[in-house]
């Protein structure tokens, strides 16, 4: 079968590479409708998170069972389903506590020895603690919803609840990526009365007001704090949802939260000093999120988007064949495109 | 009057200075009955948090209204008061919300210009916000109990809080100190089921176990880890109260929480490197936390004193004289007194 491998520094390529194949009584083989490009696997791409050469790449799927485990119980052949980004048993306490990115039977699409997402196929462990069905009947329009909830519309979710949002609250979200738009509608579902998105991108601020922002703030830097601040009455925003994970945008996420509130942190670290606590100490700060348990999420956010309640669909803006990955990853990389679905089964 | 005063590392001092008066109609002149000697008191003696030559010290105390300014409302001459260890207006925004550690009007005892807790009298600015009346019959027996309310026990309590303890937690707590046996306590009200106290003092174990540890641990570092790691079934703690503020305590704090656990954090923090993010991020450990605002949880607390639910008290193991209060910060830095009473109305 044909893979998408990465060979490093913005060097993607798609190359033939071993049929996904039943290894475990507990795996399934899904053969990916869609699969698309992560923000994060950009710091891939750029070099900054390592790779080995060839290694796979891509965690974000959706698909059809093409072959069953002989212990897998739930889910057969022909059924479409959702894979979240990291694969878990379903049966370990922190399984069962909903933090299945802590199963210790779990791993992540294309780590070493893994499939990617980017491929035709994917060997899925761990598949009843994994995977999620989707109706058969669904309309092929919910198509990319579904795969949202893959990654990132958990993970925006996962901003939110870190930040305790709920009825009421004054949201401002720190970037303008595809999980920082899905923090917008995240935080919309869940009550917020304002939300304040950033950044200076026309197409994502559209995006955004469609997802709920009720306003939206150009500035950056200094420059975007004093205006959140004028625009709360000098206090700030008491969630905040942190959604890049540099140590500008945390600059910018302490700046803007007002003393007692809260950052929900989903943007993974990248080339970040520590924390400064005796800063967060005074105003009583609290942060919490970090890499999405969103395999927990899946079942409600499935429900709202099948009932028609929440649609993340428009974050995707670009689709592209297996073959024409590595243009994907260019257009994310450049900013042209903010998320990109690839189709393996459709010709270059 | 006389007041205790610094001058430098180990140089307490007590001398004779400006007595206490009205300057603001919102002020009250509180004859001090009890102060006592913080943790935090340590780092300005230990010459690690700077204090100007003469500037007064102590942020705890409790007294008599002695004159009160045309403004003030809620008390009178003759009522007996505790006084959190900040002013607050009890009327901004951050008062309102609970978070008068915030309040642009307040301020902290012993800062420079304003009196300190450890002396005869202290000048209470905005003192409708910031007191709170006891009744008058109230029992002497219960007068360390409410001493413990100006920070020690509400400090407990918001570690508690910003931990996210509630019934069935199961709690670490970080630090044998007053504050962290305040947290024991925080903890059992809260309904914590398991609550593990670390420390190798006898005398401060037994208080913890009067206060509602479950466990007890007297290994440190590594092997404190491991010890609770294996207590928990090799998961760590939901809910740890970190009450020391040192990279050392922050290191054992993200041992032994369980991911997704959270930590709640009171220890000032003091040399300090800033909090490795990465590592939080990946098992979805949470903080909340910070300077405490006493002031917010005295009500609550002081009835469950008055209705003999909960008696901090034991945390004092030791009564000094005004004359004697650099004999209470010795023997509190060499650990022989876990905290101390300072009694100005008594001769030395």
Known sequence: MRATTIYGTRDIRVEEVPDAAIKEATDVVVRVELACICGSDLWAY??????ADGQRIGHEFLGIVEEVGGDVKSVQVGDRVIAPFVW???????????????????????????????????????ADGTLVRVPADAPASLLPAFLSLSDVMGTGHHAAMGAGVGPGSTVAVVGDGAVGLCGV????????????????HEDRAKIASLFGATDQVAERGEAAIERIKEMTGGLGASAVLECVGTEQSWGTAMGIVRDG?????????????????????????????????????????????????????????????LDDVALGYQAMDERTALKVIVQPQIAG
């Not at 509608?185 to 200076?200: D, P, V």
Request: proline share 7%; aromatic share 6%; charged share 20%.
């Open 46 to 51: 750029r070099g900054v998170a390592k790779r």
């Open 88 to 126: 878990s048993d379903g049966t370990c306490a922190y399984c069962q506590a909903g933090l299945q990115t802590s199963c210790r039977a779990g791993g992540f699409w294309g780590s070493k020895g893994s499939d990617g997402g980017q491929g035709e196929a994917v060997r899925v462990p761990q």
């Open 185 to 200: 509608l995240a935080a919309k579902r869940l009550g917020a009365e304002r939300i304040i998105a950033m950044g200076r």
């Open 261 to 321: 509130g809260r950052i929900g942190y989903v943007g993974v670290p990248h080339e970040m000093p520590g924390l400064p606590l005796g800063k967060l100490f005074g105003r009583n700060i609290a942060i919490g999120g970090g890499v999405a348990p969103v395999r927990a999420y899946l079942p409600e956010l499935l429900a709202d988007v099948l009932a028609g309640r929440i649609d993340p669909g428009p974050v995707f803006d670009r689709t592209v064949s």
